[in-house]
Structure formats: structure tokens, C-alpha cells
């Protein structure tokens, strides 16, 4: 089984699969980072070069690459659920976990940094408008949820666990089980 986390940018994703990769003696797999080795350029060069649907390509075949083995705590990007494909491949043998922060939250992490979606939207409003359009697909797809904001990393690495442990979420199927 793998562990997908999704969820907009900047929820932790990243730090929290490394945390939960050792905690579940598991393989941590970040995907844009993979995406970046196999095309030998950054995200924001890809977006430069082939456009958002150029890298919607590249991470769909990085989610069907990672999702063949397992045991790998996947940091799915932040957009990775917005396709279907991706969703049904991530379910398939697998959990998957969101991630959630407020707009200010987000804000405070991804500041400073360069994120091709935000890209002359670095503003509180604008996360928010972009990650309410991106709310439906998130819970859709997720299993379970967990809310992020004042939590440190391995708290929500050890409720993760917790949650996983206990069984408590859905087969994926749009079973009633869902924790939302």
C-alpha cells in the first residue's frame, strides 16, 4: 500500500511524507522533485517551457511511475488531483491523505518563493480564490483529511498514523467511510 499526501501548496506535504516515511519504515517520494531529475529543469522552467499542461503530463506519468511499487509515502504536487488519471491511480493501491491550511497559512509558508501557479498572485486573496476552486477535487479524492494550521509536522505525522492504524477512512470508492 502507499500513502498519497495531497493538498495545496505549502500544507507540508513534503516534510510531513518524510516524517511519516521513517515513522512507517517507508520510502518518501516526492514528486516534483522526480519530475525535475527526469526532465533535468526546475518546475518553474518546465511551466516556462511547455506550459501548465506540459507539466500536468510529466506528473501524470510520475504518479504512474510511483504508484507501481510499494510502500512509498508520496508529496503529490498540488494541482496532481485535478486530473482523474491521477486520482484513480493514486486509489488504487493506495491511501490518500490531505493536507489542509488557511490562505494565511499558505501565505506565510510559500512568500518568497517561486511557484509558477502563483505567479503574480502571491497575495492572501488570490490563494484563497485558487485553493476554494481546488476544494471540490481535494475532498473528493481524499480518504482522510487533516487540518494542518498550528500543528507541528510530526504531530500530524503521528496523527496521520494514528488515523491509518485505527482504519479510520474509506475504501476510495465513495464509501460512506470517509473522514472529512
Known sequence: MNIALIGFMGTGKTTVAGLLAERLSARAVELDAAIEEQAGMTIPQIFEREGEEGFRDRETAAVEAAVRSDGNILSCGGGAVLRRR???????????????????????????SDRPVLKGKMDVGSIGELMEGRRPAYEAAADITVATDGKKPEEIAEEIESRLKEGRYGSGCGAGGKDH
Open 86 to 112: 491521477n486520482v484513480e491511480a493514486l486509489k488504487k493501491n493506495g491511501v490518500i491523505v490531505l493536507l489542509t491550511a488557511l490562505p494565511e497559512t499558505v501565505y506565510s509558508r510559500v512568500c518568497g
